[in-house]
C-alpha cells in the first residue's frame, strides 16, 4: 500500500492525536519522501474498534479506549519484520495464554524519538525506558506488558530467533531489557534510520542486509548472552558505534580513534581491521565533522570569529581550522563568508551538519 499523506488527517474525526502531532511525525520519518517503490503497509486504528480489531496475538487495551489513535507503517521483509508507528496512550500484553496459542519465535527490538517514555515488564521485573536512544527488546515468545505513559512514536524490528546465534540449553528464553550503553544508543539509531527507510519510505532491501540488522541485534543482546558471540566481532557493529561516539564527541579536541578504540575496549590496530575497506577512518570521519559543523557555524553565526568557530568544532586553533578546511572545501574561512555574502555558493548557503 501506498503512504497516506498526513494531510487526510484533519478530514478525519477527531481522535486522541491533534493533527499537528500526526503531521509532524510524518514529516520527521519521510512518510512524503519515498527512497524507493517497494510495497509496504499503512494501518490507522481508532477508538474501542481500533483496540478490538488489534492483532490476535497481544492484547491492547488504553485508560481512554474511545481516544485511542494509532497511525502503524509496517513491512515484512524476508527474513524480519520492520514497523514504525505513532499512538497514543496503550498499555500492549503477550499474556501467558497468548504465548500459549500463538507461538512467536522472534525478538522485538524497538526505540522511541519523542520525548517521554513508558515501561516494560514480565513477572515481577519492571523496567523503564525514555527517550532519547534507549533500546528495548523483548522475547515475544514469553509474557511481557509494553506500556506507553503518554504520545509514543516506535520504531523497531521483529528479529527471528534463528538468525541469533545457537539456541541456548532449554531453548530461548530473555527477560525483557533496557539499555543506554554506546552500542544499545547506536543500534537504536541504526534500527530507527532502518524502520523508516525501509517500513515508511519504500526503500529497496536485499536479504543481506536484513542478515546486517540481525548481527547488530545479536551484539546488542550478547551481553546478555551465554554464547560466545562477541559485539566486537561485528564490522556493522563497530561502525555504527563509532558514528555515534563521533557524533557525541567530536567537540572535543581530545577525541581520537584511539579514544574510540579504547571505549570499544578494542586495540587500535583490531579496530581500524573494520575499516580497511574504506578511505573513511575514525580519524578522517572525525575530521570531516568537524569540518561540516566549522562550516555551519562559518555560515550561519557571522558573529562568531574564527578562533570561536574552532573551538566549537573540536579544533585547537584557529590556525589548524583555516589550514584544514581549505583542503577540504578549496577556499579559506574567510572566503566561504565572502561567497555567502556575494551569493555565489551554487545555491549552496548552508552546510550539511
Excluded at 517497494?38 to 479506549?65: I, K, M, N
Excluded at 496459542?101 to 522511541?112: A, H, K, M, W
Excluded at 561540516?292 to 558573529?303: D, G, I, T
Aim: charged fraction near 20%; charge should be neutral.
Amino acid at each position: 500500500m501506498r503512504h497516506h499523506s498526513g494531510s487526510t488527517r484533519s478530514a478525519e474525526s477527531a481522535a486522541g492525536l491533534p493533527a499537528a502531532v500526526v503531521d509532524d511525525w510524518q514529516s520527521r520519518i519521510g512518510a512524503l519522501d519515498p527512497l524507493g517503490g517497494a510495497s509496504t503497509r499503512y494501518l490507522r486504528r481508532v477508538g474501542r474498534q481500533g483496540l478490538d480489531g488489534y492483532l490476535e496475538t497481544f492484547r491492547v487495551s488504553a485508560e481512554h479506549p474511545d481516544a485511542f489513535e494509532e497511525y502503524l507503517y509496517w513491512r515484512p521483509l524476508t527474513r524480519l519484520m520492520t514497523f514504525s508507528l505513532l499512538r497514543t496512550p496503550c498499555t500492549t500484553a503477550r499474556t501467558p495464554d497468548l504465548v500459549k496459542e500463538f507461538r512467536s519465535d522472534f525478538i522485538l527490538v524497538g526505540t522511541q524519538q519523542m520525548v517521554g517514555g513508558g515501561t516494560v515488564s514480565s513477572g515481577t521485573r519492571t523496567l523503564s525506558y525514555s527517550h532519547p536512544r534507549h533500546l528495548v527488546a523483548v522475547d515475544n515468545n514469553a509474557p511481557f506488558v509494553q506500556s506507553s505513559l503518554m504520545v509514543a512514536d516506535l520504531a523497531g524490528v521483529w528479529v527471528p530467533t534463528e538468525l541469533l546465534g545457537p539456541r541456548p540449553l532449554g531453548g530461548w528464553s530473555m527477560a525483557p531489557l533496557v539499555e543506554d550503553s554506546p552500542l544499545a544508543r547506536a543500534t537504536a539509531a541504526f534500527i530507527t534510520r532502518f524502520a523508516n527507510d525501509v517500513a515508511v519510505r519504500q526503500c529497496e532491501l536485499d536479504p543481506g542486509a536484513e542478515l546486517a540488522v540481525a548481527e547488530l541485534v545479536r551484539a546488542a543482546l550478547a551481553p546478555h548472552r551465554s554464547d560466545a558471540f562477541r559485539a566486537a566481532d561485528s564490522e556493522l557493529y563497530v561502525r555504527e558505534v563509532a558514528g555515534q561516539l563521533i557524533e557525541q564527541h567530536y567537540r572535543d579536541p581530545d577525541f581520537s580513534g584511539d579514544a574510540i578504540a579504547q571505549m570499544l575496549y578494542l586495540s587500535r590496530r583490531h579496530m581500524y581491521r573494520f575499516f580497511a575497506d574504506s578511505d573513511e577512518t575514525p580519524a578522517v570521519l572525525i575530521a570531516r565533522r568537524r569540518l561540516a559543523h566549522a562550516r555551519e557555524l562559518l555560515l550561519r553565526q557571522p558573529h562568531m570569529n574564527l578562533r570561536e568557530v574552532a573551538a566549537a568544532s573540536g579544533f585547537r586553533s584557529a590556525g589548524t581550522l583555516s589550514k584544514r578546511f581549505s583542503v577540504e572545501y578549496g577556499l579559506t574561512p574567510s572566503q566561504l563568508r565572502q561567497a555567502a555574502r556575494e551569493g555565489a555558493l551554487n545555491g549552496d548557503s548552508s552546510a550539511a551538519d
